[in-house]
């Protein structure tokens, strides 16, 4: 939703609406602390952690819709916005595909559990970048660092490993 909704915010801003990533921003915010009134009420562990989730996630594409809006952006390929790991639905395919810069991937659809997550940092963010980059260029990776990280990145790697056609063509 993510994606949709601030690709709907450029879309409107290259219709003249200069304060629709702006707007769009504030809905961020609203949605936000409403998760956070949700982990005030008597949930049950999972459900907790689910909401947490979801809050770490959130917060992160906060800052990065309020970094675009600082940095006065109003275009969908500015670097700050194709940088982010973005899932969308290709109704060519009827699938859902995973995109960052350049690269582009199906999405595997892989249960990955409801780990607990640490923080989303722009260390992370370089690291889904370069993990994607080079799977797409077909040169692999080999993820070392912090334990926090490497949760994050498991979400990538699984993606990576369970592609059909573009990993096998580079073997």
């Not at 998760?35 to 689910?50: A, S």
Request: glycine share 6%; net charge positive.
């Amino acid at each position: 939703m993510y994606a949709t909704c601030s690709v709907q915010a450029f879309t409107n801003m290259g219709k003249g609406d200069c304060q629709a990533m702006v707007k769009y921003n504030e809905q961020q915010i609203k949605q936000l602390t409403r998760l956070i009134e949700v982990t005030r009420t008597n949930l049950k562990k999972p459900d907790r952690q689910k909401v947490m989730n979801m809050i770490t996630i959130d917060a992160h594409s906060r800052d990065i819709v309020a970094n675009i809006v600082e940095g006065g952006n109003d275009k969908q390929d500015c670097f700050l916005w194709v940088c982010q790991l973005r899932s969308y639905w290709d109704s060519t395919i009827s699938d859902c595909r995973i995109r960052i810069c350049d690269a582009s991937f199906p999405y595997g659809y892989e249960y990955l559990g409801n780990g607990p997550r640490l923080v989303i940092t722009p260390l992370t963010d370089r690291i889904y970048i370069t993990a994607t980059q080079a799977s797409w260029l077909c040169l692999g990776t080999a993820p070392a660092g912090p334990a926090g990280m490497l949760y994050g990145l498991k979400l990538v790697l699984l993606l990576m490993y369970n592609l059909k056609a573009p990993v096998r063509e580079c073997m």
